[in-house]
């Protein structure tokens, strides 16, 4: 599988990367048995990078994680997150360093990778729906980066959702890396928009990340699931999914998804899945992909997605009218 340096970090990271949240949630609910065979092959197929947080399944992911790498004895990149919660909004430096320890204790890791700030990012501060303001995101960084010293994090990054005004302003910061949503409903992390778009305008906050070398980790690649176009939930998922700008609920954006069909029909790809994935790994500003998995076969198929690369540039003029 292809390698892409994740920005400022200077590590080589698979365009494919294994989401280890609650969405996709073989890491949180899954069968231990299954969730070894799936990593392991993750990590034959050439998957280097897996993306957890002390929030998926309340140290679940990063428990469960910790242990299936450690029986593998595999060498992978491991980044997770840090959340504050409302009441850590006035002791922001002590909340990461505790939450950081329990993220190694749990991952069974003496140092992490990548470690982010899990927060969402507006102008002004809102401790009581947990939103974090640019200079909150700066103190965050400051924090990681002690924590580097310290042997704890290797490299540390924000979320690249909430305002994008602020999103902007943060990655002048001094963040390495953005996780940044981006799909077939809503491409506007990545190219211009229409005035009248549909849903929250992102202002091409992944090429400004690229711009200022700050890597790019794209998440909502399959808009929770929406965009394999079935409603249907497999059992270790997450059963309500949240949309992240696109409709205000999942089953709209199912119907949405219906919209992309042509790119079947047209022989561009076998599967929306495989298109929405070809579409955001094909983007060089993007160094590397998630995809929640539920199953050994839905990684299995993005694998193979993955390495088919880039949807041809005939599909992706044929793409634009669909955002209007
Ligand atoms: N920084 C943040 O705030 C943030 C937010 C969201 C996600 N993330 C990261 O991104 C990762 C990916 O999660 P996501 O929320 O962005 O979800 P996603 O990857 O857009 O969608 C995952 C869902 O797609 C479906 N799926 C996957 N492969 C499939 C296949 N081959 N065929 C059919 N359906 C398939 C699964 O649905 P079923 O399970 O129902 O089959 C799965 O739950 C997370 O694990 C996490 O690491 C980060």
């Known amino acids: ?20 949240g ?3 949630g073989l890491l949180v609910k899954g069968d231990r048995a299954e969730m070894t065979r799936t990593v392991a092959h993750a ?14 399944g309340n140290g679940q992911s990063e428990e469960n994680l910790g242990a299936v790498l450690r029986e593998l004895n595999a060498n992978v990149l491991v980044g997770t997150k840090v959340r504050l919660a409302t009441e850590e909004f006035e002791e922001i430096e002590t909340a990461i360093v505790q939450s950081v320890e329990r993220s190694l204790r749990r991952l069974q890791l003496e140092t992490v990778d990548l470690i982010q700030l899990h927060n969402l990012v507006a102008a002004q501060r809102n401790p009581q729906r947990q939103i974090a303001s640019v200079e909150d995101v700066e103190r965050a960084m400051s924090v990681f980066q002690d924590l580097v010293k310290a042997g704890k994090a290797r490299h540390w990054g924000f979320n690249g ?3 994008p005004g602020a999103i902007k302003r943060a990655l002048h910061s001094r963040a390495q890396t953005a996780q940044c949503a981006v799909n077939l409903l809503n491409p506007s992390a990545v190219m211009p928009v229409s005035a009248n778009f549909a ?6 906050t992944i090429n ?3 711009q200022e070398d700050v890597g790019v980790i794209a998440i909502r690649v399959l808009a929770g699931g929406a965009l394999s176009g079935s409603a249907e939930r497999h059992p270790v998922a997450a059963q309500a999914v949240d949309p992240i700008a696109s409709n205000p609920n999942f089953a709209d954006d199912v119907a949405l ?22 579409f955001v790994v094909g983007n060089p500003n993007v160094a590397t992909a998630l995809v929640g998995i539920s199953t050994f076969d839905q990684l299995a198929q993005a694998i193979d997605a993955a390495n088919r690369g880039p949807l041809p540039q005939d599909a992706l003029d044929r793409l634009s009218p669909k955002w209007g």
């Not at 990590?43 to 957890?52: L, S, V």
């Not at 849903?199 to 091409?204: A, I, K, L, T």
């Not at 998804?257 to 994935?277: K, M, P, T, W």
């Open 1 to 20: 599988m292809q390698l892409r340096r994740l920005g400022k970090t200077d590590l080589q990271v698979s365009v494919l990367g294994f989401g280890c």
């Open 22 to 24: 609650a969405v996709g």
């Open 43 to 56: 990590i034959d197929a050439g998957i280097n990078y897996f993306d957890t947080a002390a929030l998926y």
């Open 161 to 163: 959702l909430g305002e």
């Open 199 to 204: 849903f929250e305008d992102y202002g091409q």
């Open 208 to 210: 400004v990340a690229a």
């Open 257 to 278: 998804a219906q919209r992309f069909h042509f790119l079947l029909e047209g022989g561009y790809a076998d599967s929306l899945v495989e298109a929405a994935i070809r």
